[in-house]
């Protein structure tokens, strides 16, 4: 029984404590948002005067280092300026500006040479009578550039009255015994030198025994100029060498001088 009494007594005690309201917790403050733009001051702070600035804290020195400057901007490039004109220049005329006009333009070249030829192997001379006629090629300057080669380059008659062949054909299986020779080359002929004073011409090619070809030859002369060289006409004197080899026979050589005029 007094067990069925604390029970009731216990009952009875925690009825009202059930049924007493249960107090609510304080709900905490929300932040309030956080907005991007300045907040309003307050209205007594906007009234009171703004403090003086303060001065800014000094920096400390930045450690020494030699800083370059940045070089001054380039100034712009005028662009170059266009020629006058596209208009091709025309050809400059043959051979250099300061050559007379005789070696600047392409002009027939004629040459008459009287030569005295004597014979290794005879004592008994022949005389020659020389015709040259071509026509002037461009003058050329030597390498150091100081003064032109003007040469023509054309067809060289000569007519031979004399002994000096004699012993050439005696030395080779042709029969003839006359005392006339002619002979028909193709001959570079012109004058150069620093004040167009040398004179120079060789060439080559066959001589005939009348109608009969009795063999090759190769000439060379050289000599100078003796008259005015900016004359279109000018004298000339010299010497001359010859090789002549009659078919069969033995190459014998021919020297003599010259005396003649070209037509340049």
Known sequence: MPHLVV????????????????????????????????????????????????????????????????????????????????????????????????????????????????????????GDFTFFLGTNLRPRRNRARTFDWNTALGYQLTLSVGRADEQTFDLSPIDYRGLFVHRHHLTAMGQGGPKQRLFYSMGGGVMFALTTIGGVEGEGRLGYVFT??????KGVVGGQARLTAAFGGVPLLQLGPFLGFTVF
């Open 7 to 126: 029970a009731a007594l216990s009952l009875a005690l925690l009825q009202p404590a059930a049924s007493a309201p249960t107090p609510t917790p304080p709900v905490a403050a929300q932040p309030a948002p956080a907005t991007s733009g300045p907040v309003a001051a307050p209205a007594d702070a906007a009234a009171s005067p703004a403090p003086p600035d303060a001065p800014a804290p000094a920096q400390p020195d930045p450690p020494s280092q030699s800083v370059q400057p940045y070089p001054p901007a380039a100034a712009p490039l005028d662009p170059a300026p266009l020629p006058a004109s596209t208009t091709p220049a025309p050809p400059a005329a043959e051979g250099p500006a300061n050559a007379p006009e005789s070696v600047t333009h392409r002009k027939l070249v004629f040459a008459n040479l009287y030569t005295l030829g004597f014979n290794i192997m005879s004592p008994v001379p022949s």
């Open 228 to 233: 005015n060289p900016e004359k279109r006409v």
